[in-house]
C-alpha cells in the first residue's frame, strides 16, 4: 500500500466510493476487522462516521460521536494516534487525517493484535493519503458535506458556510492560522476568510448587520467583492473600496463590518484595515491586549469616508486573535475573553479558536443572540521553518509524548 497505489485506487472509484475502497485495502492489506472514516462536523465538537469496511461493535453511535472526553477528541487534539489494546486479540488505532493542520477527520481500525512501527507508518501514510482523497473528492460529491452537518441548516446558514474557506485551518512555515463561527439561533452574517499568495498571507473578518437570509446575502457581496478584488491583484485598499461600493450599490443600505489583514511572508510587514469592527487581540509573552488602531467605517455607508492602510506590530511568537462582536455579547459577560486566550496559549490555533467558541456557546446555554467568529493567527516569523502538524511524521510511536500542536516553546 504506497501512497502512489492508494490515490491511484482512490481515484478509480467514484467520489462517493473513495473512502470505501481505502478502507478495503486496509482491511485486505493488514488483517483489520473494520476500517472506518469520521469526518469532523462544522463546528469541530463531533464527528460522524464514513465509509465503513467490515462491521466490528465500538458502542459508540452509528452517526454523530460529541468528542468532548473522547479518544477521538485527544487524537484531534494532540495530532497523535492511539493505539488501544482491547483484549482477546483486538487492537484499535485511531489517527488523524490532517492537511497543513486542518483537522479533516480521523481514521479508525481494528486489528487483530497491536501494530509494530512499520504497520504504524503504513497507517500514518493512508491517513495523510486520505486527506488528500478528501479535499479532491469533495467537490464532486455532497457525501462529505453531509458529514459535517449534525443538524440541518438554515437557508442562511447554508449560504454562510459557503463564504467561509474550505479549510478552516491552515499551516506554513511563518504562520498558522485557524478559524472558527458558531452561527446564532438566528444567522447574524459573519464570515472569515484567508489566502496565502507566493509573498503575502491574506486575512479577513466581516459581520453583516441584521439576521438570517438579509445578513448571509449582505455577507456575500462583501465577501464576494472582497476576493474578487484580491484575485485580480488589488492592494488592501482597494479591496476595502471595493467592498464598500458593492455594499453601498446593491445592500439595500445594510453594512458590513470588518477587518482585513495582509502580512508579508518576506519581510514580515503588515497592512490593516479596520471598517468598524471590534479591535483584535494581541497576546506577547503571556499578556493579553488590544490592538487599538484606527476605526473607519463599515462597508456600504452612505456617507463620504475612507479607508486607511496600518500596519500591526506583529513579532514572531506572537498570537493574533480577531473577533466578531458576538464574542462580546451581553451573555458571555462573565467570560472573560483575555484570561481563556491565555489558558489556552498552549494550544494549536485551530484548538484554541474551537475553545473559545465553546466557551461563549456555554456562557450562553447553547444559544447565540448573535454569531460568534474567532480568527487565531500565531506568527512565527520569517525567519521561522515551524510545522505543527506534519501528519505522517511521528505515527510510529503513538507512545512519545503527545503534542498540543504547538512547537514553540514558552510563549
Given at each position: 500500500?504506497?501512497?502512489?497505489?492508494?490515490?491511484?485506487?482512490?481515484?478509480?472509484?467514484a467520489?462517493?466510493?473513495?473512502?470505501?475502497?481505502?478502507a478495503?485495502?486496509?482491511?485486505?492489506?493488514?488483517?483489520a476487522?473494520?476500517?472506518?472514516?469520521?469526518?469532523?462536523d462544522?463546528?469541530?465538537?463531533?464527528?460522524?462516521r464514513?465509509?465503513?469496511?467490515?462491521?466490528?461493535d465500538?458502542?459508540?453511535?452509528?452517526?454523530?460521536?460529541?468528542?468532548?472526553?473522547?479518544?477521538?477528541?485527544?487524537?484531534?487534539?494532540?495530532?497523535?494516534?492511539?493505539v488501544?489494546?482491547?483484549g482477546?486479540?483486538?487492537?484499535?488505532?485511531?489517527?488523524?487525517?490532517?492537511?497543513?493542520?486542518?483537522?479533516i477527520?480521523?481514521?479508525?481500525?481494528f486489528?487483530?493484535?497491536?501494530?509494530?512501527p512499520?504497520?504504524?507508518?503504513?497507517?500514518g501514510e493512508?491517513?495523510?493519503?486520505?486527506?488528500?482523497?478528501?479535499?479532491?473528492n469533495?467537490?464532486?460529491?455532497?457525501?462529505?458535506?453531509?458529514?459535517?452537518?449534525?443538524?440541518?441548516?438554515?437557508?442562511?446558514?447554508?449560504?454562510?458556510?459557503?463564504?467561509?474557506?474550505?479549510?478552516?485551518?491552515?499551516?506554513?512555515?511563518?504562520?498558522?492560522?485557524?478559524?472558527?463561527?458558531?452561527?446564532?439561533?438566528?444567522?447574524?452574517?459573519?464570515?472569515?476568510?484567508?489566502?496565502i499568495?507566493?509573498?503575502?498571507?491574506?486575512?479577513?473578518?466581516?459581520?453583516?448587520?441584521?439576521?438570517?437570509?438579509?445578513?448571509?446575502?449582505?455577507?456575500?457581496?462583501?465577501?464576494?467583492?472582497?476576493?474578487?478584488?484580491?484575485?485580480?491583484?488589488?492592494?488592501?485598499?482597494?479591496?476595502?473600496?471595493?467592498?464598500?461600493?458593492?455594499?453601498?450599490?446593491?445592500?439595500?443600505?445594510?453594512?458590513?463590518?470588518?477587518?482585513?489583514?495582509?502580512?508579508s511572508?518576506?519581510?514580515?510587514?503588515?497592512?490593516?484595515?479596520?471598517?468598524?469592527?471590534?479591535?483584535?487581540?494581541?497576546m506577547?509573552?503571556?499578556?493579553?491586549?488590544?490592538?487599538?488602531?484606527?476605526?473607519?467605517?463599515?462597508?456600504?455607508?452612505?456617507?463620504?469616508?475612507?479607508?486607511r492602510?496600518?500596519?500591526?506590530?506583529?513579532?514572531?511568537?506572537?498570537?493574533?486573535?480577531?473577533?466578531?462582536?458576538?464574542?462580546?455579547?451581553?451573555?458571555?459577560?462573565?467570560?472573560?475573553?483575555?484570561?481563556?486566550?491565555?489558558?489556552?496559549?498552549?494550544?494549536?490555533?485551530?484548538?484554541?479558536?474551537?475553545?473559545?467558541?465553546?466557551a461563549?456557546?456555554?456562557a450562553?446555554?447553547?444559544?447565540?443572540?448573535?454569531d460568534?467568529?474567532?480568527?487565531?493567527?500565531?506568527?512565527?516569523?520569517?525567519?521561522?521553518?515551524?510545522r505543527d502538524?506534519?501528519?505522517?511524521?511521528?505515527?510510529?510511536?503513538?507512545?512519545?509524548?503527545?503534542?498540543?500542536?504547538?512547537?514553540?516553546?514558552?510563549?
Amino acid at each position: 500500500m504506497t501512497l502512489a497505489g492508494t490515490l491511484e485506487a482512490a481515484e478509480a472509484a467514484a467520489p462517493v466510493e473513495s473512502l470505501d475502497v481505502v478502507a478495503r485495502m486496509l482491511r485486505e492489506h493488514l488483517g483489520a476487522g473494520s476500517v472506518s472514516f469520521l469526518i469532523t462536523d462544522f463546528t469541530g465538537g463531533s464527528v460522524v462516521r464514513l465509509g465503513t469496511a467490515g462491521s466490528v461493535d465500538t458502542d459508540e453511535p452509528a452517526r454523530r460521536i460529541a468528542l468532548r472526553g473522547t479518544v477521538y477528541d485527544d487524537v484531534i487534539r494532540t495530532q497523535r494516534p492511539s493505539v488501544e489494546d482491547r483484549g482477546e486479540g483486538t487492537a484499535r488505532i485511531v489517527a488523524p487525517v490532517t492537511n497543513r493542520g486542518d483537522a479533516i477527520g480521523l481514521l479508525e481500525l481494528f486489528l487483530p493484535a497491536a501494530p509494530d512501527p512499520a504497520m504504524m507508518r503504513e497507517i500514518g501514510e493512508t491517513a495523510h493519503a486520505l486527506a488528500y482523497i478528501v479535499i479532491a473528492n469533495r467537490s464532486f460529491t455532497d457525501v462529505y458535506q453531509w458529514g459535517r452537518r449534525t443538524s440541518p441548516l438554515s437557508l442562511a446558514a447554508e449560504i454562510q458556510h459557503r463564504l467561509l474557506p474550505a479549510s478552516l485551518a491552515c499551516e506554513a512555515a511563518q504562520f498558522a492560522v485557524a478559524g472558527a463561527l458558531e452561527p446564532a439561533d438566528h444567522v447574524g452574517g459573519d464570515t472569515f476568510d484567508y489566502v496565502i499568495d507566493r509573498d503575502t498571507v491574506q486575512l479577513s473578518v466581516t459581520d453583516a448587520m441584521g439576521h438570517d437570509v438579509d445578513a448571509a446575502l449582505l455577507a456575500t457581496l462583501a465577501v464576494g467583492a472582497l476576493r474578487r478584488a484580491r484575485r485580480a491583484g488589488a492592494d488592501l485598499a482597494e479591496q476595502a473600496r471595493q467592498a464598500d461600493r458593492a455594499v453601498h450599490e446593491h445592500g439595500r443600505h445594510g453594512y458590513v463590518t470588518g477587518q482585513l489583514l495582509r502580512i508579508s511572508l518576506i519581510d514580515g510587514k503588515s497592512e490593516f484595515i479596520n471598517a468598524g469592527h471590534p479591535w483584535p487581540l494581541r497576546m506577547r509573552n503571556g499578556q493579553v491586549g488590544e490592538i487599538t488602531p484606527k476605526v473607519d467605517m463599515p462597508f456600504g455607508f452612505h456617507t463620504p469616508h475612507l479607508y486607511r492602510v496600518q500596519s500591526l506590530d506583529l513579532e514572531p511568537r506572537d498570537r493574533l486573535v480577531m473577533v466578531t462582536d458576538g464574542m462580546l455579547e451581553r451573555n458571555a459577560g462573565g467570560l472573560d475573553l483575555s484570561d481563556l486566550i491565555v489558558r489556552t496559549r498552549d494550544l494549536h490555533p485551530r484548538e484554541a479558536a474551537r475553545t473559545l467558541i465553546a466557551a461563549i456557546v456555554d456562557a450562553g446555554h447553547g444559544h447565540l443572540q448573535d454569531d460568534a467568529t474567532v480568527m487565531c493567527l500565531d506568527w512565527h516569523g520569517v525567519a521561522h521553518s515551524e510545522r505543527d502538524a506534519d501528519t505522517g511524521a511521528d505515527l510510529t510511536d503513538a507512545s512519545a509524548p503527545a503534542r498540543t500542536g504547538r512547537t514553540t516553546p514558552g510563549r
